[in-house]
T-cell receptor, first 116, second 116 residues
Framework: DTEVTQTPKHLVMGMTNKKSLKCEQHMGHRAMYWYKQKAKKPPELMFVYSYEKLSINESVPSRFSPECPNSSLLNLHLHALQPEDSALYLC???????????????FGPGTRLTVL | GESVGLHLPTLSVQEGDNSIINCAYSNSASDYFIWYKQESGKGPQFIIDIRSNMDKRQGQRVTVLLNKTVKHLSLQIAATQPGDSAVYFCAENMKGRGSTLGRLYFGRGTQLTVWP
């Protein structure tokens, strides 16, 4: 299995809702990432987990809460989002964790999030 | 902030021609670079990578050139095909100060359109 899967593909939520995005990989990768991508813009790093520990938080608002239950799964919990949070949320994984430096990341197809 | 940029936001080529997509980076501490292809509605797909101790790397129909003197990266696609139409991003792996952990930062992207 050489892919990263993400669910759901599309999500529409109100500003008072709580929802979660899910990501899964079975490549034995030890680093997993969340990115946010607005239309016609590059992906922007949000969070990095290395060996199931949160290693990098790029000053993301607390209404986004990541979770890594095990080495294959990564969640992003959403609460009290704003309309400007509407974007494509991409999950990625890489083999050796960040400490090894070289970092080919495999991306999932993303979840298209719309906040009303 | 964004340190990886692209000289041309759009590029149109005739099928069969060679394409060259350019990228400038500003962080001399970056030690690893990746080119990604992103088709509409999909996540970024790895194309080719290069480490900072190299100046050229070839793949199938693609070549990446790295000029560290002027902090410039390019992607050459030989015999461009309609299926190559996508947005192409360069990304640099930037190590944090005092840390072995890296971050992958994406450039703005170039929309490549291949005409039959």
């Amino acid at each position: 299995d050489t892919e990263v899967t993400q669910t759901p593909k599309h999500l529409v939520m109100g500003m008072t809702n709580k929802k979660s995005l899910k990501c899964e990989q079975h490549m034995g990768h030890r680093a997993m990432y969340w990115y946010k991508q607005k239309a016609k813009k590059p992906p922007e790093l949000m969070f990095v987990y290395s060996y199931e520990k949160l290693s990098i938080n790029e000053s993301v608002p607390s209404r986004f809460s990541p979770e890594c239950p095990n080495s294959s799964l990564l969640n992003l919990h959403l609460h009290a989002l704003q309309p400007e949070d509407s974007a494509l949320y991409l999950c990625a994984s890489s083999q050796g964790g960040l400490a090894l430096g070289y970092n080919e990341q495999f991306f999932g197809p993303g979840t298209r999030l719309t906040v009303l | 902030g964004e340190s990886v940029g692209l000289h041309l936001p759009t590029l149109s080529v005739q099928e069969g021609d060679n394409s060259i997509i350019n990228c400038a980076y500003s962080n001399s501490a970056s030690d690893y670079f990746i080119w990604y292809k992103q088709e509409s509605g999909k996540g970024p797909q790895f194309i080719i990578d290069i480490r900072s101790n190299m100046d050229k790397r070839q793949g199938q129909r693609v070549t990446v050139l790295l000029n560290k003197t002027v902090k410039h990266l390019s992607l050459q696609i030989a015999a461009t095909q309609p299926g190559d139409s996508a947005v192409y991003f360069c990304a640099e792996n930037m190590k944090g100060r005092g840390s072995t952990l890296g971050r992958l930062y994406f450039g703005r992207g170039t929309q490549l359109t291949v005409w039959p």
